[in-house]
């Protein structure tokens, strides 16, 4: 959803909750049970939760945050494109 322009806000916007969503799970998991493994498949094998992944889902979000404020900023710029173009093509065809 991020190479589509149109969709790059919404999708930016829901990827940063999801991580935050997750971080939020496996800090809980790894305080109610350290040790434990946090659930992440991006490894060979279930990996243990520990500060890496925690602050590799912090930067994840950071830049999921960061894409979000840049589509809002362009999008704050560019008004409406997708309705001018609807009505250029209706005035070209009418």
Do not use: E, K
């Given at each position: 959803g991020l190479l589509v322009p149109r969709?790059?806000?919404?999708?930016?916007?829901?990827?940063?909750?999801?991580?935050?969503?997750f971080t939020v799970a496996m800090a809980?998991?790894?305080?109610?049970?350290?040790g434990s493994d946090c659930g992440c498949w991006f490894s060979l094998t279930l990996a243990r939760g520990t500060g890496a992944h925690f602050a590799f889902n912090l930067?994840?979000?950071?830049?999921?945050?960061?894409?979000?404020?840049d589509a809002r900023k362009m999008a704050a710029q560019s008004p409406?494109?997708?309705?001018?173009?609807?009505?250029?093509v209706e005035e070209t065809s009418g």
């Open positions: 969709w790059r806000l919404r999708h930016a916007r829901a990827g940063a909750f999801v991580l935050l969503l809980i998991n790894h305080f109610a049970a350290p930067l994840l979000i950071a830049l999921s945050i960061t894409v979000w404020l409406n494109t997708h309705s001018r173009r609807h009505s250029a």
